[in-house]
């Protein structure tokens, strides 16, 4: 496999962004020159390292100001007060942290590493470089992901895989279009459940990815097969069900997409004229059928939202996680390429991706009126889940409309913000809400003995400012700074 080389520093982007720019830049340099690491090997993490004179921002208590951190063999095993003789950290390995801020590895929720090939070698390295040390890839071939996981080098992010999603009769990304690549597969009757639970679970797969044209019954196989493997689920909401209906079945459910259907005053007529156009669909594309019954009954639903129905869809899914995708689902209205720093981050993926987004970008710019019904009201619904007491979870669909990796996950805790979290509760998003996806987090995701080594070193506050995660000056994967 292909990967980025650490290039010129004459060449780099110049970007706010400085996680890269220290990497290629120099971070050794910078580690050493404020004390940390002396003496240390580059080619081993030492035994002890104890970082000290640093604040500890925890996605559950928040702000621990002056503290010293001590890990061992990649997991943490002690946080101190500075004032504290930490156990046994005599001979440690000592880094400074010059009253910085150290926060929790931070995870995406919703990535696609084989959606476009040509960017599939660079994801791991830019979601390191933006302080992304574990992702949930949601959809794609199983066997290209299992192999691509086995033979990436190290230092990687902790990647979960689904495999490809579990479609219906008809298939949405069925790769007849290039704009759709055969991310699917069809799992036609619920007969078919359990072979293909269990051949994706013999394959490499640790959770299942359910989608829009699957039928309830085989959605309910689907579960079934899955929850004796022990594996959680991530699901769309079917288009033959409502998001109250199969929610409860899911771990967690993306985009916030249908739960407009469900929340709407007349949402059974809407239901049961989706269900008879499913029905009645016997040729053609399964993109096409989805795509229809979107741009149909989309706006009309959230025109007849009616909050009394809503809070009922809601209190239904106090045990689901939602991925809201906000940066999706906003893309036309809030356009990434408009940010200063996107040129900077942009010119870091490959050349070929570069210009195929060039042509997108020109497409957007020229979609005129911009109906912004959609994006404000995925905006809106985050108060309500909140309101609702909802599990949210950060994920961002990269590389899916223009998701540059890593850089987009900061968007979107950003746009989490923007929709009623406090800077708290999105890096909660970002942190513990996966790990409970996956029943790891008492492993990973906080700050506190027995959690794993995965940690970003900020430069400011991320609880006055949100947008100070991207602040980066340091990752940290398993015990050892990557970057
Ligand atoms: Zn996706």
Sequence with gaps: MQRRQPSNPASLPRGRFPASRWWRAGLLVWLLAIGGLSGCSRDAPPTQLLIENVNVVDPVKGLLEKRQVLIE??????????????????????????????????????????????????????????GITSVRDTGGNIDQLAE????????????????PLLDGKFV?????????????????????????VGALQAAGADFIKIYELIQPDTYAALADAAKRRAMPIASHVPL???????????????????????????????????????NDFTEGLGHTLRAGLHSDQ????????????????????????QVPTL???TVTHIKPFEHDDWPAAASA????????????????????????????????????????????????DTPIGLGIPGYSLHTELEL??????????????????????????NEIGQIGPGMRADLVLLQNNPLTNIQHTRGIEAVMVGGEWVR
């Design 73 to 130: 063999g990649g997991v943490i095993t002690a946080v101190a007060d500075a004032s504290q003789t930490v156990a046994s950290s005599a001979n440690a390995e000592r880094f400074d942290g010059q009253e910085r801020f150290l926060i929790p590895g931070l995870w995406d929720m919703h990535v696609h590493f084989v959606y476009d090939m040509n960017l599939t070698d660079h994801m791991a390295d830019l979601f390191l470089d933006y």
């Design 148 to 163: 691509l996981r086995r033979t990436m080098p190290a230092p990687k992010p902790n990647i979960y895989i689904s495999g």
């Design 172 to 196: 949405v990304y069925d790769g007849t279009d290039p704009a759709r690549p055969a991310l699917g597969t069809g799992v036609p009757s619920p007969g078919d459940a359990d072979a293909t």
């Design 240 to 278: 033959m069900m409502t998001a109250d209906d199969a929610g409860p079945m899911a771990g967690s459910m993306e985009h916030l997409r249908n739960i407009e259907l469900a929340c709407a005053s007349n949402w059974q007529e809407l239901l049961s004229q989706r269900q008879q156009r499913i």
């Design 298 to 321: 989309r706006l009309p639903a959230i025109a007849a939202y009616d909050e009394e129905r809503c809070n009922h869809v809601l209190d239904r899914l106090t045990d689901t996680i």
């Design 327 to 329: 940066r999706l689902n």
């Design 349 to 396: 993926l490959p050349k070929v991706t570069q210009d195929a987004w060039r042509a997108r970008i020109a497409g957007l710019t020229q979609i005129q009126p911009v109906d912004p019904t959609f994006a404000r009201w995925s905006l809106f619904l985050i108060e309500r889940l909140l309101a609702r007491g909802v599990p949210i979870g950060a994920g961002t």
């Design 416 to 441: 989490l913000v923007q929709g009623g979290m406090t800077p708290q509760q999105a890096l909660y998003a970002a942190t513990v809400t996966p790990a409970t996806f996956f029943n790891v987090e």
